[in-house]
């Protein structure tokens, strides 16, 4: 007798569970509290040439004020005009040692009329965020926030203490975020371990691909190479000439490879991604988990892929040149910029012994132009972390590869690194790995990335900070 009204409601139910799965679930609560603070951190401009990540940071330290943390437990700095820095703490019952979630605040100049979208304004469009810094790194830390605040309200209180540090200068190598804090307020960020960017997940077509730990990445160095000659009048030439001596010992350097040089982290990286290639790439990359791997391999593997090629080794590349005064007239100076992109751990001296051997001439002068060589040791993929990040990957995602890498790029980890403070790059959010826009126009990342984000490093936090008390 109630059939006919069950039915409509049946009828009702299916438009509704339709609707739902058409993408029209609201946000919970914590989500749209994240999208808020992620719009306003994307519609503050942070670029170095008119931006203000102070503003950012004071922006990011009312809303944490206004969630009910203590003025105490909040600290923002601003060492430079419109350079800013935020640090917050949520206290644990200080069982460990404390871990330390960063992000940075600042972006890469981005013009309107080069953007299909406002760069400054947060467009959600076609299931994607568009903005400058909606991915690179404003994401993560509006998450951290976020996150934090979550946690705040639940009475969360973790074995160790929680540090959001928001940081400023990332994107320009200027010294006034991370570097900064560790040089003035190193108790105020000093940890066990830190979470940063520089990891994540890679999709391709719609398929998750993996999820990917960062634990390393190459130390950054340039050299100039230089040869000084008397010079002379061009008509009466002689052999010893700065230009050909100094292209004969950068063609030298073109055609050498460096040694190669597997930590734990390369490793692993060839023998996880052994299993998602295919043919003889894949046989050469399991023989790089050999002891000492076939050099034909090596060869094969190398000429492959640039990609791979820097994680087996050191490299060294030519990347500016200049020479000469006058058309007519000898060169009494040649000169050139060498860019290396060392394996972490190995030292200034012996980079430099091996560049002096591969140019083999001693008029060639090798100077280093960079200040600081920051050795920056490998983090260690620990039970601890791998097993966090295994076990929130295996209910998020189950079956995905975990993926350890080194970052041939550098991110401020370095930093954190060289003070002794282990730092690894995840966030659970995924990115097109045919469509890398970071620094690019058009900065995007998908809508559910940004939320899936939130809950992966939601949980991984929990589980790395331990248990609530309550
Ligand atoms: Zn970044």
């Known amino acids: 007798m109630k059939q006919p009204r069950n039915v409509t409601a049946l009828a009702l139910l299916a438009g509704l569970v339709f609707k739902v799965a058409a993408g029209a679930e609201p946000l919970q609560a914590h989500q749209q509290q994240l999208r808020d603070i992620y719009r306003e951190l994307v519609e503050i401009n942070t670029t170095h040439s008119v931006g203000d990540t102070h503003a950012a940071a004071e922006a990011m330290a009312a809303r944490l004020r206004v969630a009910g943390f203590p003025s105490d437990d909040i600290h923002t700095f601003m060492p430079e005009p419109r350079k800013g820095n935020l640090v917050v703490h949520l206290h644990g019952n200080a069982k460990r040692r404390p871990i330390l979630l960063l992000a940075h605040l600042d972006v890469v100049e981005a013009r309107r009329e080069d953007w299909s979208v406002d760069p400054f304004a947060l467009v959600e469009k076609d299931d994607f965020f568009y903005g400058r810094g909606s991915g690179d790194d404003k994401a993560m830390a509006a998450i951290f926030i976020a996150n934090l605040i979550r946690y705040r309200e639940e009475g969360y209180v973790p074995e160790r203490d929680i540090i959001v540090a928001l940081t400023s200068d990332e994107e320009t190598g200027g010294g006034m975020g991370v570097p900064w804090l560790l040089a003035n307020h ?168 091996t560049l002096v051997k591969v140019l083999d001439d001693d008029q060639i002068s090798i100077t280093p132009t960079d200040l600081e060589y920051l050795p920056s040791p490998p983090s260690p ?14 209910e998020m995602w189950p079956g995905l590869t975990i993926l350890p890498i ?3 790029g550098a991110t401020d980890s370095r930093y954190l690194r060289d003070a002794g403070i282990a730092a690894y790059g995840t966030s659970g959010m995924f990115y097109d790995i045919d469509d890398n826009r970071a620094h690019g126009r058009d900065e995007r990342i998908r809508v559910s990335s940004l939320y899936d984000g939130q809950e992966y490093l939601y949980r991984l936090v929990k589980l790395l900070a331990g248990a609530s008390s309550k």
């Open 186 to 353: 190193r108790d105020l960020i000093d940890a066990e371990l830190a979470l940063n960017e520089g990891g994540g997940g890679a999709y391709r077509g719609g398929k998750n691909l993996y999820n990917a730990v960062q634990a390393s990445e190459k130390i950054y160095y340039d050299y100039r190479l230089e040869v000084h000659n008397k010079g002379g009048h061009s008509s009466l030439p002689i052999k010893d000439n700065a230009i050909t001596r100094l292209a004969q010992g950068l063609s030298k350097l073109g055609a050498y490879d460096f040694p190669v040089h597997l930590d734990e982290v390369n490793r692993a990286y060839f023998q996880r991604m052994a299993g998602m290639v295919e043919g003889q790439v894949a046989v050469d990359m399991r023989e790089m988990t050999r002891p000492k791997p076939d050099p034909a391999a090596i060869r094969r593997l190398a000429g492959a892929n640039p990609n791979y090629n820097a994680r087996l080794r050191t490299t060294c590349v030519a990347t500016m040149l200049d020479g000469g005064h006058a058309p007519n007239a000898l060169p009494q100076r040649a000169g050139a910029i060498v860019n290396c992109r060392v394996m972490p751990g190995e030292t200034e001296a012996s980079l430099k012994t």
């Open 406 to 408: 080194m970052s041939t």
């Open 381 to 394: 993929l620990t039970p601890e972390l791998m097993g966090a990040v295994e076990k929130v990957t295996a």
